[in-house]
């Protein structure tokens, strides 16, 4: 039996840490506002708090070292420049340079080094670039190439053929008839009429010249030089004292050329030689010349 003196509080009690109606504000007064945020400071918190958590590294560039510098020289239309380059700079870097000196476009370069330099991505000393070597620059800058291909007028066509006397063909003189009467080279390389093509990695042979001996061709680049071989002896030639080189097409075999190759201030110093492939007469001259030339 419970203790009447002990009653047990009923549901509608009101607990103790519960505001009664005395203790809450009177109607009418205005409930105080929270404390204003400061925003500004709240950002320059955060902003610091991540500063802290994440440090920023400063940007490195990915730079390339050039390697050991090499000094070699490059031939082009018989001027020779003096080249400065690191070893691990590219055919691209290169021809770049090779541009602001000869103002050929980089597009209309061929470089020749121990055969033609295809690959622009490969570096100066996976070519074996050394101290001393030497490299053949071919090509012709837009202003050659226009005045080359640029055709006269009929006034400047009837001008000329009124002051020149034009030369009868090689195949029509007769110490060329001479030779050719007794026929082609058993040994001749294979001739491609219409056809243009870089020198082959070895001498052009099968060829004579005008006392039927035979002859062979071999081109020096590192050392820009034309060996010309006969049965007898081999000469050397520096290509920067060939004059000129001229050729044109045999009549009873286009396949192949007749050229004729300058070593004097007249043309009475040219050495001719006969049955050379037609498709490497363009590269003969630029190698030699180190310039565009047009076939005859």
């Known amino acids: 039996m419970s203790d009447p003196g002990s009653a047990t509080p009923s549901s509608d009690a009101i607990p103790a840490s519960a505001p009664t109606d005395a203790q809450q504000a009177p109607p009418g007064t205005a409930t105080p506002d929270p404390a204003p945020i400061d925003t500004k400071q709240l950002a320059n918190e955060l902003v610091k708090n991540l500063d802290s958590a994440v440090p920023i590294e400063p940007a490195v560039e990915n730079v390339i070292d050039p390697?050991?510098?090499?000094?070699?020289?490059?031939?082009?239309?018989?001027t020779n420049y003096e080249i400065v380059m690191g070893e691990n700079r590219t055919v691209r870097e290169l021809k770049d340079h090779i541009e602001t000196l000869t103002k050929l476009p980089r597009a209309m370069q061929k470089l020749m080094f121990k055969g033609l330099v295809k690959d622009e991505g490969k570096t100066l000393k996976e070519l074996k670039v050394a101290k001393n070597s030497k490299m053949m620059l071919v090509g012709t800058t837009m202003s050659d190439l226009v005045a080359v291909t640029t055709k006269p007028?009929?006034?400047?066509?009837?001008?000329?053929?009124?002051?020149?006397?034009?030369?009868?063909?090689?195949c029509k003189q007769k110490m060329h008839i001479k030779v050719l009467e007794k026929g082609k080279p058993d040994d001749a390389m294979p001739g491609i009429a219409g056809v243009k093509q870089p020198l082959p990695s070895h001498p052009l042979n099968g060829m004579v010249n005008k006392t039927g001996g035979k002859v062979r061709l071999t081109f020096k680049l590192e050392e820009d030089s034309l060996w010309i071989g006969t049965k007898a002896r081999t000469e050397k030639i520096s290509m920067s004292n060939i004059k000129n080189v001229v050729s044109e097409k045999i009549e009873s075999d286009?396949?192949?050329?007749?050229?004729?190759?300058?070593?004097?201030?007249?043309?009475?110093?040219?050495?001719?030689?006969?049955w050379v492939p037609a498709q490497y007469v363009d590269a003969v001259k630029d190698t030699i010349l180190g310039k565009w030339q047009t076939f005859f």
Request: aromatic share 12%; glycine share 6%.
């Open 254 to 274: 286009p396949n192949y050329h007749i050229v004729g190759i300058q070593l004097g201030p007249t043309e009475l110093s040219i050495y001719w030689v006969y």
């Open 67 to 78: 390697g050991p510098e090499i000094k070699f020289k490059l031939v082009y239309n018989k």
């Open 153 to 170: 007028s009929s006034s400047e066509i009837a001008a000329s053929s009124n002051t020149t006397v034009k030369k009868e063909p090689l």
